[in-house]
């Protein structure tokens, strides 16, 4: 098992006009579900959960493989912790202008320490069923989500037929083509999978079927099962999104940095990762067979499992809402990571 590393983001420029900066200003960071330090706190409390449950998981097998490759099990869970963190600053996702062509990885209303336009692809769809890939639930797509918030309308209004950089040579502004990475041609053919996908279906933002988180998820998974890494299955442990209630109601405005700023904030005082809930929600999943080679169906019983039981934290920003969505969310989260590290320990 190796500890490999992944290019972090550039810094993005700004190409807003003055007019828009006005508006971006009172507009929320666009969302990237759960913040990083509940991301990390997550991990470190599954495998903290299997330390302390060896007879019901698959823990020494994980303790022997991650020693066998030469680590200790502190060096392991912080950087595959860490590495669950990292796609949200991933810099694999370039939009471009409908008029200039100028492509961009973020949007001024974002953050200088996360490349937003990534996050995109960290949702999966439950309020549409199918999507033109073939994927059972797709991912964002302004134009089949049933929940718009105020994230949501501003980026779409803000990019309106902005498209997907495909590359030179492919789709293009009015006044050029400024291709900076091939999104379409990378990763949007990494999350692809077996799916069917044509440059087209990204012209225009409005209409764009990213694919969902699940594919993104098991597309590292499978990297993983090639060459055991740490960092890839961290990577697929970014999937704890869909837990996040917005991110299977595919919004990303509706209380959502609210709802995930409460989440950080009382984490420990509400005892959203008590063990307990935990053992409880383990038994929600059907877990992975021990050859298992698709992450995707597990992961879709915890997007399925947001959308029935956290939708409430869209509407209302009320402590005693949040604290009992909280306490299905974080240890469904818990729960399902203990799963996938289950089969992964198998596989070490």
């Given at each position: 098992m190796s500890f490999p590393t992944l290019p972090r983001k550039s810094a993005m420029k700004n190409r807003l006009t003055a007019a828009a900066l006005v508006l971006a200003a009172f507009a929320c960071a666009p969302a990237q579900a759960w913040h990083a330090e509940t991301h990390r706190r997550i991990v470190l409390d599954a495998v903290d959960y299997m330390?302390?449950?060896?007879?019901?998981?698959?823990?020494?097998?994980?303790?022997?493989?991650?020693?066998?490759?030469g680590y200790t099990m502190a060096e392991f869970t912080k950087v595959l912790a860490q590495s669950a963190i990292d796609p949200d600053d991933f810099a694999d996702t370039f939009i471009c202008g409908a008029t200039t062509g100028n492509c961009q990885g973020a949007p001024i209303w974002g953050t200088l320490t996360s490349a937003a336009y990534t996050s995109y692809w960290h949702f999966q769809n439950h309020t549409a069923g199918a999507d033109v890939h073939g994927n059972p639930f797709g991912g964002y797509n302004y134009a089949k989500n049933a929940v718009h918030g105020d994230v949501d309308n501003l980026a779409a209004a803000w990019l309106v037929n902005d498209y997907l950089d495909d590359g030179p040579g492919g789709l293009d502004g009015w006044f050029g083509d400024a291709s900076k990475y091939n999104t379409y041609g990378k990763t949007e053919a990494h999350y692809r999978l077996a799916g069917y996908s044509t440059a087209s279906m990204f012209a225009d933002f409005q209409t764009m079927p990213f694919q969902p988180i699940d594919n993104l998820a098991q597309y590292y998974f499978q990297r993983f099962l090639a060459a055991p890494a740490v960092q890839t299955l961290g990577f697929a442990l970014h999937s704890t999104d869909l837990l996040q209630p917005h991110h299977s109601w595919s919004t990303s405005g509706s209380n959502h940095t609210g709802w995930e700023e409460w989440a950080e904030n009382y984490y420990y005082s509400e005892g959203l990762n008590n063990p307990a809930l935990v053992t409880t929600a383990l038994a929600t999943f059907m877990p992975m067979t021990a050859t298992g080679q698709d992450l995707r169906p597990l992961l879709r019983q915890g997007g399925s499992y947001s959308y029935a039981n956290g939708g409430a934290v869209l509407s209302s920003t009320d402590h005693a809402v949040r604290a009992t969505a909280g306490r299905k969310m974080i240890p469904h989260a818990i729960a399902m990571v203990v799963h996938i590290l289950n089969r992964a320990a198998l596989r070490l």
């Open positions: 330390r302390t449950h060896p007879g019901s998981t698959n823990y020494a097998q994980l303790e022997t493989g991650v020693t066998r490759a």
